[in-house]
């Protein structure tokens, strides 16, 4: 079946880096977008970066551009975001999600069938 998995979060001060990664299984890796996701306390669950299935076409949002960066391991099944400069506002937990249609761009806006258990990501001093 189905399975995302991610890890590396952690305690961070802000100015600091942080690299979570999603190991999947389950599925054709490279037939997928992929995305990361993450929901504050008392906030909504938001998209922060999402990857096209090839790893050509990566989208962002807006707070975290020029500081997140998404990538992926087509052979290694696994998709990594890459977070410099954190703030305190960054705080949350992260989630790996796939897209459900298989081969499509979908810029940030995902149609999600699949979720990892989330990854905890604390900004501060």
């Known amino acids: 079946q189905v399975q995302l998995v991610e890890s590396g979060g952690g305690l961070v001060q802000p100015g600091g880096s942080l690299r979570v990664s999603c190991a999947a299984s389950?599925?054709?890796?490279?037939?997928?977008?992929m995305g990361w996701f993450r929901q504050a306390p008392g906030k909504e669950r938001e998209p922060v970066a999402t990857i096209s299935w090839t790893g050509r076409r990566t989208y962002y949002k807006d707070s975290v551009k020029g500081r997140f960066t998404i990538s992926r391991d087509n052979a290694k099944n696994t998709v990594y975001l890459q977070m410099l400069m954190l703030k305190p506002e960054d705080t949350a937990i992260y989630y790996c999600?796939?897209?459900?249609?298989?081969?499509?761009?979908?810029?940030?806006?995902?149609?999600?069938?699949?979720w990892g258990q989330g990854t905890q990501v604390t900004v501060s001093s």
């Open positions: 999600a796939r897209e459900k249609r298989a081969n499509v761009v979908t810029g940030l806006q995902m149609l999600i069938d699949y």
């Open positions: 389950g599925f054709t890796f490279d037939d997928y977008a």
